[in-house]
């Protein structure tokens, strides 16, 4: 499956993105997530939902972000906000067959959109 995101942007603090990820094929047997990695960092998990439409989410979202799916569009969102100036980094969707947070878990990945806030 390949992955395409968009909707990222530069953004002040206190703002709101809403990331896409569109899918080439149907999601409907994976987890889709989102990633992100700011420059020197590792990767780290922000949100992922599965078959069962449970979210889990990073202990840093607190509630500040959201995830969810339109199936039939073959999209994953992220809405995101709140934002401060340690969410920003490059946005990565992923899909994998277990749902969680950890990177190993997914091996198919999108290109990532930047998201700044300053």
Known sequence: VQL???????V???GSLRLSCVAS???ASYCMAWFR???????E???SIGWTLKPWYADYDLGRFTISQDAAEKTTFLQMNSLRP??????YCA????????????????QGTQVTVS
Request: with cysteine.
């Open 86 to 91: 340690e969410d920003t980094a490059m946005y």
């Open 4 to 10: 395409v995101e968009s909707g990222g942007g530069s």
């Open 37 to 43: 990695q700011a420059p020197g960092k590792e990767r």
């Open 95 to 110: 899909a994998g067959v277990r749902c969680g947070l950890v990177v190993a878990d997914f091996a198919y990945w999108g």
């Open 45 to 47: 998990g922000v949100a």
């Open 25 to 27: 094929s149907s999601t």
């Open 12 to 14: 002040q603090a206190g």
